[in-house]
């Protein structure tokens, strides 16, 4: 499968999948005008390569600065998606960066984390850029 390489914009995430190496990265604002247009070919995408995969080391890299209510739930799909790509045999890592004095995303993370059984979690505080 062809990486995923889409730059940020003022509403939209950059977005880096690497098939190949199986990491996988969110970054940035994310409130695109139509989020399933935006959302549904890249999760598309992942879906697929993750429902393929046995045995494999997965790495999720989550490091937004904000999200709408219509991301969330894009997200909420990505995590359960995840759990089930770890359940089914997969190292999957899930890595929650946020700003050290980010208390909003910092808890948002917690929420996310909370709900997975298979998937590992590691929040990850960096100093603001």
């Known amino acids: 499968m062809e990486n995923i390489n889409i730059e940020a914009t003022e509403r939209s995430p950059e977005i880096h999948f690497d098939f ?8 940035g604002e994310s409130y695109p005008e139509d989020v399933s247009t935006f959302f549904g070919p890249v999760i598309g995408a992942l879906e697929e390569h ?44 899930i890595i929650w960066s946020y700003e050290e004095d980010d208390d909003n995303m910092e808890e948002l993370g917690e929420e996310f984390g909370e709900d997975l059984e298979h998937a590992k979690f590691e929040m990850k ?5």
Not at 20 to 25: D, I, Q
Not at 61 to 71: G, W
Request: proline share 0%; glycine share 8%.
């Open 20 to 27: 190949g190496s199986n990491t996988f990265a969110l970054k």
């Open 50 to 93: 993750l429902s393929g995969l046995n045995g494999a080391s997965v790495t999720f890299t989550f490091d937004l600065i904000y999200f709408n209510s219509s991301t969330a739930k894009v997200l909420m799909g990505l995590f359960d998606t995840l759990d089930e790509a770890a359940e089914n045999g997969n190292d999957v890592s």
């Open 125 to 129: 505080a960096y100093a603001k850029k």
